[in-house]
């Protein structure tokens, strides 16, 4: 059964990981206006965490920074299906940031699309990494 839950397993809060998704070298995709970065775990139960950052830069006030945090995670939940069944088949676990580069602020009926689009690109890119990684092993 598909749930669009959102736990508390799924979201990124080792430091090290952290670390490593914001690292250079690290696996990262420009979708504007979306920036998502990632890095692959050791398998656990979970197939992706998130980690979700908002511009101090871009939004001053904490008001609409939190309110773009809580939107785009609204985001991941509803669609984390098309990112997280094809690391299931893969058994993989992956780490992703999420980042809103865009000017305005986030309308969520409005960026869904390229939301959507972006996650099948980083599923695909991952598809594609782990076959080169296969036959490079052997």
Request: aromatic fraction near 8%.
């Amino acid at each position: 059964m598909i749930t669009n839950g959102f736990t508390k397993k799924e979201r990124v809060h080792v430091e090290s990981v952290i670390t490593a998704l914001f690292a250079k070298g690290n696996f990262s995709l420009y979708a504007p206006p979306f920036r998502f970065s990632w890095v692959i775990l050791e398998p656990t139960s979970v197939a992706c965490q998130i980690l979700v950052v908002s511009s101090k830069k871009k939004l001053k006030s904490s008001v609409d920074r939190n309110r773009q945090k809580r939107q785009l995670r609204e985001l991941y939940r509803l669609h984390k299906n098309e990112l997280t069944e094809p690391l299931k088949q893969l058994k993989l676990s992956i780490a992703l940031s999420v980042i809103y580069t865009g000017i305005e602020s986030l309308q969520v009926v409005k960026h869904t699309p390229y939301f959507i689009k972006a996650l099948h690109k980083i599923a695909i890119a991952i598809q594609k990494d782990h076959k080169l990684s296969i036959h490079s092993a052997h």
